[in-house]
């Protein structure tokens, strides 16, 4: 129901803009966010947005990353600068409340050194 893009190869210190399309009605879920899996590791929270207001960001993209909010469609938008090789991962786009958890197929970026 979710899909992300934006993604690619970029230099270290470049910026890429991660978008996320839903197929569905998911205006009424509260939280929405950025999740990144990075080859050999676990998922990691990347930001999020709860009901709008409430922003949070992993203490690695602080600074460099902005999360933020179509509002007409309750999708995440991510914004990053200052890239760096750590930041290379698939990145999910994820709208989520109460029972409802939707995941968005992942795109790659890669940041080369």
């Known amino acids: 129901q979710l899909q992300a893009s934006g993604g690619g190869l970029v230099q270290a210190g470049g910026s890429l803009r991660l978008s996320c399309a839903a197929s569905g009605s998911i205006r009424a879920i509260p939280v929405v966010a950025w999740y990144r899996q990075a080859p050999g590791k676990q998922r990691e929270l990347v930001a999020s947005i709860m009901n709008g207001k409430i922003i949070d960001y992993a203490d690695s993209v602080k600074g460099r990353f902005t999360i933020s909010r179509d509002d007409s469609k309750n999708t995440p938008d991510l914004q990053m600068n200052s890239l760096r090789p750590e930041d290379t991962a698939v990145y999910y786009c994820?709208?989520?409340?109460?029972?409802?958890?939707?995941w968005g197929q992942g795109t790659l970026v890669t940041v080369s050194s």
């Open positions: 994820n709208v989520q409340g109460g029972n409802l958890n939707y």
